[in-house]
């Protein structure tokens, strides 16, 4: 089974600067995709940054871009110019490829991060 | 288009009673999956659904039931409700290709006293 990885609860950002997000995970597939999902306090799930496995090229999306390394099975997500509307809880996750197992996604445990002035 | 819409948004239960959260979609999405959020924990799969009429369990699918009679509705049933059983509920969906993550509803936040 797969497995997704967080190993940072928390983290804490002064505005305007850079902070990177950590995930890692687990698997046999070799073509997969990951994303990274913000939840700020309104609980709202929102899809973040996704990167399919067979690209090398990094996801960029405006301030958000990841560092996905294949070989180490590590995707981390990193915040440029932080702002307060970041603060939020960031949770990583997997989806497989295939029919069958594409339909399920899989989190890790989150990680809160704080913005502060 | 409303994406997912989730109903009630908060609910409070007695031990061993039952109820049912609701979950639409009007995306015409095959995939549609059930997730508990406790702190932390993550996200965990309950229940998903590939299409009308298929079902399967995910990772904590005990004291849960799911149906999908239509691609639209997936509801899901408590049917003995336990104070374990407290946590915010996320219902979500996805077109079959899996380049698309799951697009989720607002959450239903659920207490079991």
């Known amino acids: 089974a797969q497995t997704v990885t967080q190993s940072q609860p928390e983290m804490s950002v002064q505005e305007a600067e850079t902070v990177t997000l950590s995930c890692t995970y687990d698997?046999?597939?070799?073509?997969?995709?990951l994303f990274w999902y913000k939840q700020p306090p309104s609980r709202q799930m929102i899809l973040v940054i996704r990167?399919?496995?067979?690209?090398?090229q990094n996801a960029t999306e405006n301030r958000f871009s990841v560092n996905f390394q294949k070989a180490a099975k590590s995707f981390s997500l990193k915040i440029s110019d932080s702002q307060l509307g970041d603060a939020a809880m960031y949770f990583c996750?997997?989806?497989?490829?295939?029919?069958?197992?594409?339909?399920?996604?899989?989190f890790g445990t989150g990680t809160r991060l704080q913005v502060t002035l | 288009n409303a994406g997912v819409t989730q109903t009630p948004k908060f609910q409070v239960l007695k031990t061993g009673q039952s109820m049912t959260l609701q979950c639409a979609q009007d995306?015409?999405?095959?995939?549609m999956s059930w997730y508990r959020q406790d702190p932390g924990m993550g996200l965990r799969l309950i229940h998903y659904?590939?299409?009308?009429?298929?079902?399967d369990q995910g990772e904590v699918p005990n004291g849960y039931n799911v149906s999908r009679s239509t691609t639209e509705d997936f509801p899901l049933r408590l049917l003995s409700a336990a104070p374990s059983q407290t946590s915010v509920y996320f219902c979500?969906?996805?077109?079959?290709?899996?380049?698309?993550?799951?697009?989720f509803g607002s959450g239903t936040r659920l207490t079991v006293v």
């Open positions: 979500a969906s996805s077109p079959r290709t899996a380049n698309y993550g799951y697009t």
């Open positions: 698997t046999s597939e070799s073509d997969y995709y």
């Open positions: 990167q399919e496995a067979y690209k090398q």
């Open positions: 996750a997997y989806r497989p490829i295939y029919t069958g197992t594409a339909s399920k996604l899989t």
């Open positions: 995306m015409n999405h095959e995939y």
């Open positions: 659904s590939v299409g009308a009429g298929i079902t």
